[in-house]
């Protein structure tokens, strides 16, 4: 991604509702599905890695009840990580990713995949990273339909629905346990949103991505946490987002 877009989300992603409710549904799979305690019940330290991490706001969400670890391509990113505590590598898909196979518990590709030419390398990749049982949680944009320059400003090479998520990651040897549209609610609205920026033909130049007044970013994460509650448990038929979470045999 441009070094602006870095910019940009280490201004707002502590505050934005969509960046903070992603990252509370991400903590959310991780406590359903990656068995934070020991056999007798204790909690445990899960080993997390976060591959394309960014500038790590979602890995200090976790380093206090977790072992956490980042890459990333961008030297900016690794700075802004650093400021929050964070240790990010540098490494780039497929193979310069500079952490040892089977060593962890839970690998994390939000919104990366999506960055990836080839995906199911990228993937496949990530899943030798895993020890067995762990999980791999994984976000990607949904439907190709709703492309717009806001993509090619992040260097997207694709937007996926469910069955895409599922070939690539089924392809690579994961037990899919969870796979399901999000931010569902919020759908009707964005789409439209992004309908009418489409008909108007204005290109977006500029990564700026402002935060929304107070009451109304307060609503939108409100409406869009509350979905971590809902995946897996509720059908979700659409949604801005694709959610999946697998685990190696």
Same mark, same amino acid.
């Given at each position: 991604?441009?070094?602006?877009?870095?910019?940009?989300?280490?201004?707002?992603?502590?505050?934005?509702?969509?960046?903070?409710?992603?990252?509370?549904?991400?903590?959310?799979?991780?406590?359903?599905?990656?068995?934070?305690?020991?056999?007798?019940?204790?909690?445990?330290?899960?080993?997390?890695?976060?591959?394309?991490?960014?500038?790590?706001?979602?890995?200090?969400?976790?380093?206090?009840?977790?072992?956490?670890?980042?890459?990333?391509? *961008?030297?900016?990113?690794?700075?802004?990580?650093?400021? /929050?505590?964070?240790?990010?590598?540098?490494? *780039?898909?497929?193979?310069?990713?500079?952490?040892?196979?089977?060593?962890?518990?839970?690998?994390?590709?939000?919104?990366?995949?999506?960055?990836?030419?080839?995906?199911?390398?990228?993937?496949?990749?990530?899943?030798?990273?895993?020890?067995?049982?762990?999980?791999?949680?994984?976000?990607?944009?949904?439907?190709?339909?709703?492309? *717009?320059?806001?993509?090619?400003?992040?260097?997207?090479?694709?937007?996926?629905?469910?069955?895409?998520?599922?070939?690539?990651?089924?392809?690579?040897?994961?037990?899919?346990?969870?796979?399901?549209?999000?931010?569902?609610?919020?759908?009707?609205?964005?789409?439209?949103?992004?309908?009418?920026?489409?008909?108007?033909?204005?290109?977006?130049?500029?990564?700026?991505?402002?935060?929304?007044?107070?009451?109304?970013?307060?609503?939108? /994460?409100?409406?869009?946490?509350?979905?971590?509650?809902?995946?897996?448990?509720?059908?979700?038929?659409?949604?801005?987002?694709?959610?999946?979470?697998?685990?190696? /045999?």
């Amino acid at each position: 991604m441009r070094d602006d877009v870095y910019e940009e989300m280490f201004r707002i992603e502590d505050t934005h509702w969509w960046y903070v409710s992603k990252q509370r549904i991400v903590s959310e799979l991780i406590s359903r599905y990656a068995s934070p305690t020991g056999q007798n019940g204790a909690p445990r330290r899960l080993r997390i890695a976060d591959l394309g991490c960014g500038c790590g706001a979602m890995l200090n969400k976790l380093k206090a009840a977790h072992d956490v670890v980042g890459v990333d391509p *961008s030297p900016l990113a690794i700075e802004f990580s650093a400021r /929050r505590g964070i240790v990010v590598q540098k490494g *780039s898909f497929p193979n310069e990713i500079p952490l040892a196979a089977g060593e962890y518990d839970v690998v994390m590709m939000l919104d990366v995949i999506e960055h990836l030419q080839d995906d199911y390398a990228g993937v496949k990749t990530a899943g030798r990273l895993l020890d067995a049982g762990g999980i791999m949680v994984i976000t990607v944009p949904a439907y190709q339909w709703l492309w *717009s320059d806001w993509d090619e400003l992040h260097h997207h090479f694709r937007r996926y629905n469910r069955k895409m998520l599922r070939d690539v990651v089924a392809s690579n040897g994961l037990d899919i346990e969870l796979l399901s549209y999000a931010n569902t609610t919020l759908f009707p609205l964005a789409a439209a949103a992004r309908g009418v920026h489409n008909l108007r033909k204005k290109k977006i130049e500029s990564a700026d991505m402002k935060v929304p007044p107070g009451p109304v970013n307060a609503l939108f /994460r409100g409406i869009y946490s509350f979905e971590r509650h809902l995946l897996g448990r509720l059908p979700m038929p659409f949604g801005l987002s694709v959610v999946g979470v697998a685990r190696k /045999r």
